[in-house]
C-alpha cells in the first residue's frame, strides 16, 4: 500500500478555490487515488477517484500528473458546509488504510 | 441500489460488559466488509476486514473479534471491554470488479462509550 502525504489542516473563505495536495510516491501501477471527505460523528464519503490525468465530477476535480506521485484534490468555490476532514488513499487492494487526512476549516 | 445499515448509532456500556455491533449491506453480493475504529480527533484504524464468509482478516491484535456468518453481515464483538475500547465504530464495503475495487460505502457509525 503506498503511504501517503498530505497537510494537517488548511483555512480558506467562503468562495475560495481549494487545493489539497497528497504525495504518494510509491504508488503502485495498479493503484487508484481516491478522496474522500469526513464529517465529525459521520463515516467517510467518497468524493472521487482517478487513475493518470483529470477526473471532474460534480462535486471536485482531482489532477494527476504524468509520473502519479502526486494528486491534487480541488474543490471550487467552498461554503462553509466544506468544512470537514479530507483523505487521500492510493491503493487498488481489499483493504484502504486512512491517513490522517487534512482537515479544512471554511470561514465566512 | 447499494445500503448499509450499521446498529445502534450510540452505546454506553460498561467496563469488563460484552459488545455486538452489527453491520447488513443490501444491494450487492460477495462485498468485502470491513470494521473501522476512530478514537476522539483521530484517523480511521482498520480492525478487521472480510473478503467472504468465515474469513476473517485482524489488523490489529487487541480484545475485539468480528465474525461473518453470512455474505452480507458483519458484526463485530467483545467478551469484556476496556475502556479504551470506546470510539466511533464504522461498518463498510467495497466490491471488485474487472480488476478495480468500487464502492467502499461506510455506515453511519456506532458511537461506543465505555464506563
Known amino acids: 500500500l503506498a503511504k501517503t502525504t498530505q497537510p494537517i489542516s488548511m483555512d480558506s473563505y467562503e468562495g475560495q478555490e481549494v487545493n489539497i495536495t497528497c504525495s504518494h510516491n510509491n504508488i503502485a501501477t495498479n493503484d487508484y487515488i481516491t478522496w474522500y471527505q469526513q464529517f465529525p460523528s459521520q463515516g467517510p464519503r467518497f468524493i472521487i477517484q482517478?487513475?493518470?490525468t483529470k477526473v471532474t465530477n460534480e462535486v471536485a476535480s482531482l489532477f494527476i500528473p504524468a509520473d502519479r506521485k502526486s494528486s491534487t484534490l480541488s474543490l471550487p468555490r467552498v461554503s462553509l458546509s466544506d468544512t470537514a476532514v479530507y483523505y487521500c488513499l492510493v491503493g487498488n487492494t481489499d483493504k484502504l488504510i486512512f491517513g490522517t487526512g487534512t482537515r479544512l476549516q471554511v470561514f465566512p | 441500489s447499494q445500503t448499509i445499515h450499521q446498529w445502534p448509532a450510540t452505546l454506553v456500556q460498561p467496563v469488563g460488559s460484552p459488545l455486538s455491533l452489527e453491520c447488513t449491506v443490501e444491494g450487492t453480493s460477495n462485498p468485502n466488509l470491513y470494521w473501522y475504529r476512530q478514537a476522539a480527533g483521530r484517523g480511521l484504524q482498520l480492525l478487521f476486514y472480510?473478503?467472504?464468509?468465515?474469513?476473517i482478516s485482524s489488523e490489529v491484535p487487541q480484545n475485539l473479534s468480528a465474525s461473518r456468518p453470512q455474505d452480507r453481515q458483519f458484526i463485530l464483538s467483545s467478551k469484556k471491554l476496556l475502556l479504551s475500547d470506546s470510539g466511533f465504530y464504522l461498518c463498510a464495503w467495497s466490491v471488485r470488479r474487472r480488476g478495480r475495487y468500487y464502492g467502499y460505502t461506510f455506515g453511519s457509525g456506532t458511537r461506543l462509550t465505555v464506563v
Open positions: 472480510s473478503v467472504g464468509i468465515g474469513q
Open positions: 482517478g487513475y493518470k
